[in-house]
């Protein structure tokens, strides 16, 4: 398909397990984003990438938290030392250019991953 | 502190009624505002936006409201229909983000819409 996919869908680990989430965006989207949904909420900033360039990590709640996009297209998102309040689900939304401070265009999202911390 | 507020999270509407969503944002800045749409299992779908220099957008039986002084949107459908039941969000974003423009969401309202 065309859309954003997300891999796995469904991710189990115990406290304190390392895990890496995947994305790949929609072909040619320059811009790419992930968020954390917690239940019941709605999906919260974590960081933005424009091609291979992390430009915005102000969301990423700890250093345990990294993510990289090394060649502009498909993104990792990885979690060091899991805790139960990392649980939720993390989704990736991709947009075809920069969003310029005087225009915007949309953001399409992938299914997500839920992520459960035991 | 949250900037986009969504105080309804849940409403029930008769098929064929108009279904109201309301959402509340506390930021200035917001010059550009959207709706998404969220079955089970599946990432947000864009739905319906506005920029701050309008008052009203419309796209078939969806429309969007933006009083800037009240700092309030609303949704509104019509009629709903049975497919329309989901989790809509509301959604904002801002200029001094530079380039990423990236949205901050409400809470979210499920709406379920009744045969």
């Known amino acids: 398909g065309a859309g954003v996919s997300q891999s796995p869908r469904y991710k189990v680990a115990k406290r304190g397990q390392d895990v890496a989430l995947r994305c790949d965006p929609i072909?040619?989207?320059?811009?790419l984003f992930w968020y954390q949904q917690a239940l019941g909420q709605g999906p919260e900033f974590l960081t933005y990438?424009?091609?291979?360039?992390?430009?915005?990590k102000s969301g990423l709640p700890s250093d345990r938290f990294f993510a990289e996009r090394p060649e502009g297209s498909v993104s990792t998102l990885k979690i060091q030392r899991t805790q139960q309040e990392d649980s939720a689900v993390y989704l990736c939304?991709?947009?075809?250019?920069?969003?310029?401070?005087?225009?915007?265009?949309?953001?399409?999202f992938g299914p997500g991953t839920r992520l459960t911390v035991l | 502190d949250q900037q986009v507020k969504q105080n309804s999270p849940s409403l029930s509407v008769q098929e064929g009624r108009i279904s109201i969503l309301n959402c509340d944002y506390t930021?200035?800045?917001?010059?550009?505002f959207l709706w998404y749409k969220k079955y089970p299992a599946e990432g947000p779908t864009f739905l319906i936006s506005?920029?701050?220099?309008?008052d009203k957008n419309e796209d078939g039986r969806f429309t969007v409201f933006l009083n800037k002084s009240a700092k309030h949107l609303s949704l509104h459908i019509v009629p709903s229909q049975p497919g329309d039941s989901a989790v809509y969000f509301c959604?904002?974003?801002?200029?001094?983000?530079?380039?990423?423009?990236?949205?901050?969401f409400g809470s979210g309202t499920q709406l379920t819409v009744l045969p």
């Open positions: 939304a991709s947009r075809f250019q920069p969003g310029g401070p005087s225009s915007y265009n949309e953001q399409f």
């Open positions: 072909s040619g989207h320059v811009s």
């Open positions: 990438f424009q091609n291979e360039a992390q430009l915005d």
């Open positions: 930021n200035s800045m917001f010059d550009y």
């Open positions: 506005i920029s701050s220099i309008k």
């Open positions: 959604a904002a974003s801002a200029p001094t983000s530079g380039s990423a423009r990236q949205l901050t």
